[in-house]
């Protein structure tokens, strides 16, 4: 007789994803989610924490504010990684900081971030992704997506966008993707950290004596912000501007091609572009686990979480549950994706969502439009998949097409 486990009883986070399911949450992931949304989790270190899958549970504990980002307070959930206490966030890293200190670099950085601001970016994006993809034609078929294309549209709007040189990228993009690895020593993360942070260090003297007219020069106007809060914040914008929506591009056009009646219904209506673009963030939910530690006694879905208790979230789990979206491991460019939990949620959802939203809402339907037999170039089991990193995509993404004759 099979016995169901206590959803009390102590369980490690699954982290296998299954062959030839590029596109899925790891496999257990749905079973502890179907014994209960929130279960004990067995941290590497030792710690006694919980994990949150459902979605209902994983919203409200972002939503939270008796739950911390701090990352001194946090116990980290995947094997492999630093042991011992994490140090606390660095100056400007929004990501590891609870309110006082986030509210007002929140407030400081929102403004420049609205919807109507990104908006008028669109033409700009189209302009950076148009010539993107005249130079993936002019190269012929066969290229690696990520590199000719999925990579430079986020960089080059970004880096314009903050007033970083696109000819350093050389400089900062190993630094970025190093920071966001989940199996570097901590050595190596800090020495990319402080790397990235020279390289701004430079930067922000020079907007200081010479403010320009882009966003890390409005910020050099600013009295109230010292030299390493302007470093700190320019650090983790462009870190974050270039990896995530690169890897959503990427991550994205894989999915596509791997659903070619999606892909083709994008064709033939670009206006669908925002609904898909809302439908594959939930789908693909790259940015799939977030850490929250409880300030004090709190109860969420009837279980107690005890102060000190780090809760690990899944957001790829919750945005494939079937209690919130029908039919959730199907890609269906036409659903009502609103409330998935890809940028986040609660006062640490993405500030840069809005900016992602132009640069993919461009982006994909440009290149589907621009290659009708755009195909994948070798099967899709072998197209690597970034398991080792805190964003979830692919490293290369081999593609092909049919010249026009």
Not at 97 to 105: L, Q, V
Not at 217 to 234: H, S
Not at 288 to 297: I, N, P, W
Request: proline content about 8%.
């Amino acid at each position: 007789m099979s016995h169901t486990p206590s959803p009390d009883a102590p369980l490690t986070l699954p982290t296998e994803r299954a062959a030839g399911c590029p596109f899925d949450p790891p496999a257990g992931l749905a079973a502890v989610r179907d014994r209960a949304p929130l279960t004990r989790l067995t941290y590497p270190d030792g710690h006694l924490g919980r994990l949150a899958t459902g979605h209902a549970a994983v919203r409200a504990i972002l939503a939270d504010p008796r739950f911390s980002s701090r990352y001194e307070l946090m116990h980290h959930p995947f094997p492999g990684g630093p042991e011992g206490p994490l140090p606390p966030a660095p100056v400007g890293d929004m990501t590891g900081m609870d309110a006082p200190e986030h509210t007002r670099y929140r407030r400081l950085l929102m403004g420049r971030f609205t919807v109507r601001r990104m908006r008028r970016l669109s033409d700009r994006v189209r302009e950076i992704t148009t010539a993107q993809l005249d130079a993936l034609e002019r190269g012929g078929p066969g290229a690696d997506l990520v590199e000719v294309f999925a990579r430079p549209v986020p960089a080059l709007v970004i880096c314009e966008l903050l007033g970083v040189p696109y000819t350093d990228r050389e400089r900062f993009q190993g630094h970025a993707d190093t920071i966001m690895s989940m199996d570097v020593s901590p050595e190596d993360r800090y020495a990319a950290m402080a790397g990235l942070h020279e390289y701004m260090a430079e930067l922000v003297r020079a907007k200081r004596a010479e403010p320009s007219d882009d966003l890390l020069g409005d910020l050099a106007r600013d009295v109230d912000l010292t030299d390493e809060e302007l470093v700190g914040i320019g650090g983790f914008l462009l870190a974050a501007g270039l990896d995530t929506t690169a890897n959503m591009i990427a991550h994205g056009t894989f999915a596509l091609l791997s659903n070619p009646a999606q892909a083709q219904a994008l064709r033939q209506d670009p206006d669908l572009a925002p609904q898909a673009v809302e439908e594959l963030m939930r789908f693909l939910t790259i940015a799939h686990t977030s850490v929250r530690t409880a300030l004090e006694d709190v109860e969420v879905d009837g279980r107690l979480i005890r102060a000190g208790e780090s809760v690990t979230l899944s957001l790829e789990a919750a945005n494939r549950d079937p209690e919130r979206f029908a039919d959730p491991d199907l890609l269906d460019l036409r659903r009502a994706a609103t409330g998935h939990l890809g940028f986040g949620h609660g006062i640490h959802q993405c500030l840069g969502q809005q900016l992602a939203r132009v640069e993919l809402t461009v982006a994909l339907p440009a290149l589907l439009d621009r290659f009708p037999t755009l195909r994948l170039a070798v099967p899709a089991d072998e197209v690597p998949l970034r398991t080792d990193m805190n964003i979830y995509g692919v490293h290369r993404l081999p593609v092909t097409w049919d010249r026009d004759r």
